[in-house]
């Protein structure tokens, strides 16, 4: 047991009695946990046996919940566990970072069968767990509706192949830089799927990642340069193989991605094991159709290969560059995510070029290196930031029952706990990724000096902004970082150090000073030193990047000037507690599977409507293809915390509670993910261009996403077949089917 008498773990002074029945309210807990994440029992059967309220929340049952105050007198763990996760002897700062895992970019020729703009229908044998008979091969929805828009237009140049899998050993690792800017690791020696050296190998069926090994992966790519991104489902088909928690079918969403709804990972469009989906990826700036059609401005531009430019149709304004990808499974997003369901997409361009020495007047020759004419990660850094919890065993653990939002209490960077990273004096770009369920990160260096913030949400800001202390960086939220470290001595050590306070998963509890951080001043395991940087050498080339933080070099990417298009309409999204669903009255605990009907606490109104649960058959908003719009995002509540994400465009933002000198500078740039704050609101406003189809809008705390604070919306008018509504694709291991849609929203049109 922890020893910490704090308020997050039951106290080893705790009467053994009082620990063992805290520890049999887990087990017992545990296994109501497993059984649904499994699909053995239905929320309507926790409902009707009186184990959850039909609002979702668990009941306070003894024996059943380790909050009940019988067990535990009132002590809060917010992550379901009687006890600390064991770190079986790991020190902090006792293993090195690793650099994410490159993934080779392969000729399309290399895919078989060949991809093809309609979803592949050819037939298979369906395993008997899965109901046999035979299927597709791949899982994407059959038909014009979920073909890929534009696909000979935008041809995939580049092919891209990943399996989801269970945990393993990586044998065929790639940093993408040689040992000596990796802290030494020699990526030629097998890696284990281990959190630290100290701790248990993790079983095949406790963590399914990407390829299933770590690091997590990075892909990359340049504008104008279509990619397919070929995702095989190879995970377990007997769905109780999951070691608790996790769903083996999967829904890939590339975050941020502006491109056909039929590749955004759609929440209800998942594929099921032994299925592939291929995602079409054409990499193209927004306003492709509207703005700069000739392709004369050397602003939207790409990387030729030899040192020049190739120039691209579009908004240059509009150029992104940091996003990831993750699951998006109906009511398993936030277990599937944190299960290993996530990796980082570097896009490159003529203005984010990764090559610092080319001073060509577009490239704005941001800390990366120059022996490649794109792409350099040298000095271009990946980070991951989750905290995890483990059991008694050491093995990955997750409540599913905390519907507030679930910590763990383990930090971990690029899934090593508390790992040093070796850094030249030089300038170090660093791209952060929350890529956390519910926690909120707020950090700092440990002796107080500045970072630079270039980029928010993967887009390069107009302007950069130096911080001793970032702002609170929601779950989703990228910031994109340079940190001078040519200001310590060789042999230095500075931390960065988190401040972001939590003792539930609704909102970050407060916010500390970074001294008391340092000093241990909170209960939150998570909070103080959790990345360590150890200066080691000079560089062994000059660093010609760009100093961001000199008078007059900060300017980057301006917004794209909205002023002369008009404002088509408004529409309001309130963000709360209360949810109920369109259900039989007769019978409360009905839960509809057809179109995704989702109970939960958590919910969304529109326009004045009552607070509605997810459900993927519902249409919600339906903006004209072509329009502008503004949307006001509402916290219907002070008491917690949302980060809402909008799907396939990005938005301005043009007020914090109502004023735009409530927007801080770093929030002035483009956005797709808009944390509200406890009892505030975001106004912002978005353009619908190029593409079409459904997308969907959520909160990005993972667990409230899943219970149930989702909505769809789609293009209308966008031209066949995006005619409103869609129908809603129904998917099985056998076919996906539609549905028409359950209900549409007064305001919807």
């Known amino acids: 047991m922890s020893e910490r008498e704090d308020g997050f773990f039951l106290s080893e002074k705790s009467s053994k009695a009082r620990i063992r029945e805290a520890e049999n309210a887990r087990k017992n807990r545990q296994e109501i946990l497993s059984a649904y994440s499994q699909g053995k029992v239905s929320r309507r059967d926790l ?111 580049v092919a891209v192949e990943m399996s989801q899998a269970q945990a393993q050993s990586n044998t065929s690792y790639n940093p993408g830089v040689p040992s000596s800017l990796n802290s030494g690791i020699d990526a030629s020696q097998p890696i284990p799927l281990k959190f630290h050296p100290a701790m248990p190998t993790q079983a095949p069926n406790s963590v399914w990642t990407f390829q299933g090994s770590v690091p997590p992966k990075l892909v990359t790519a340049r504008y104008g340069e279509p990619l397919l991104f070929r995702h095989h489902n190879k995970l377990p088909v007997d769905v109780t193989q999951n070691n608790g928690f996790g769903r083996h079918t999967i829904s890939t969403h590339e975050h941020n991605g502006h491109h056909g709804a039929e590749n955004d990972g759609f929440t209800g469009a998942f594929f099921f094991p032994g299925q592939f989906y291929d995602y079409h990826w054409p990499v193209v700036l927004a306003g492709h159709d509207t703005v700069n059609t000739a392709a004369t401005d050397r602003r939207a531009s790409s990387p030729n290969g030899s040192g020049g430019l190739n120039n691209v149709p579009g908004d240059w304004r509009e150029t992104m560059s940091t996003h990831w990808f993750h699951d998006h499974m109906f009511s398993f997003t936030s277990q599937n995510v944190y299960k290993g369901n996530a990796a980082m997409f570097n896009i490159y361009s003529g203005l984010d070029r990764g090559n610092e020495g080319i001073n060509d007047g577009v490239n704005l020759r ?137 003792s539930t998963g609704k909102k970050p509890n407060k916010d500390l000073s970074v001294a008391d951080a340092l000093a241990g001043k909170s209960a939150d395991p998570c909070v103080g030193k959790f990345l360590e940087f150890r200066i080691v050498r000079n560089p062994a080339k000059p660093d010609q990047s760009r100093d961001v933080a000199a008078p007059g070099q900060g300017q980057l990417i301006p917004n794209p000037d909205l002023s002369a298009i008009p404002v088509l309409r408004e529409r309001t999204f309130v963000f709360g507690s209360g949810a109920s669903q369109n259900l039989p009255a007769s019978d409360p605990a ?125 293009t209308n008018g966008a031209g066949e077949p995006f005619l409103s509504p869609l129908p809603t694709p129904i998917a099985t291991p056998q076919g996906v089917g539609f549905v028409p849609v359950d209900e549409i929203a007064p305001t919807a049109f």
């Open 47 to 157: 409902i009707k046996w009186g184990l959850i309220t039909s609002a979702g929340a668990i009941a306070p049952i003894h024996g059943l919940s380790p909050f009940v105050s019988s067990a535990f007198a009132g002590v809060n763990i917010p992550t379901g566990a009687a006890a600390a996760s064991p770190l079986f002897g790991a020190q902090p700062f006792s293993q090195a970072m690793p650099r994410f895992d490159l993934q080779p970019r392969k000729p399309l020729s290399s895919l078989t069968p060949t991809p093809t703009a309609q979803a592949n229908q050819t037939q298979m044998a369906v395993d008997p767990l899965l109901g046999g008979g035979t299927g597709p091969i791949e899982g994407r929805p059959g038909g014009p509706i979920w073909a890929h828009q534009r696909f000979n237009e935008f041809a995939p140049q």
């Open 590 to 714: 009905a839960f509809t599977t057809g179109a995704g009907n989702q109970l939960g606490p958590w919910g969304v109104a529109t326009d004045g409507g009552r607070m509605r649960n997810a459900s993927f058959g519902r249409l919600s908003a339906s903006p004209k293809f072509g329009s502008r719009e503004v949307w006001h995002l509402v916290n219907g509540g002070g008491g917690w915390d949302h980060p809402i994400h909008i799907h396939f465009e990005e938005g301005q933002v043009l007020a914090r509670n109502g004023s735009l000198a409530n927007v801080p500078a770093w929030e002035l740039g483009r956005k797709d993910v808009y944390r509200l704050r406890p009892g505030g609101s975001i106004t912002l406003t978005m353009q619908f261009r190029d593409w079409g189809g459904m997308f969907m809008e959520h909160c990005h705390n993972t667990v409230h996403e899943d219970n149930a604070m989702l909505v769809r919306w789609e």
């Open 366 to 502: 941001l800390p990366s290196g120059t022996a490649n004419d794109w792409g350099n990660l040298d000095y271009d850094v990946n980070l991951l930031f989750a905290e995890k919890a483990f059991d008694q065993n050491g093995q990955l653990y997750f409540d599913i029952f905390n519907f507030d939002g679930f910590l763990g209490d383990v930090m971990t960077v690029n899934l090593a706990y508390k790992p040093y990273f070796e850094v030249e004096r030089r300038r170090y770009r660093f791209r952060i990724l929350n890529a956390s369920v519910s926690r909120f990160f707020k950090y700092g260096l440990s002796d107080g000096s500045q970072m630079v913030q270039i980029a928010n949400d993967g887009n390069l800001l107009p302007n950069v902004v130096s911080q001793a202390v970032s702002d609170e960086q929601g779950i989703a939220e990228r910031y994109d970082w340079v940190i001078d470290f040519s200001r310590y001595n060789l042999g230095d050590k500075v931390w960065m150090v988190n401040v972001a306070e939590h």
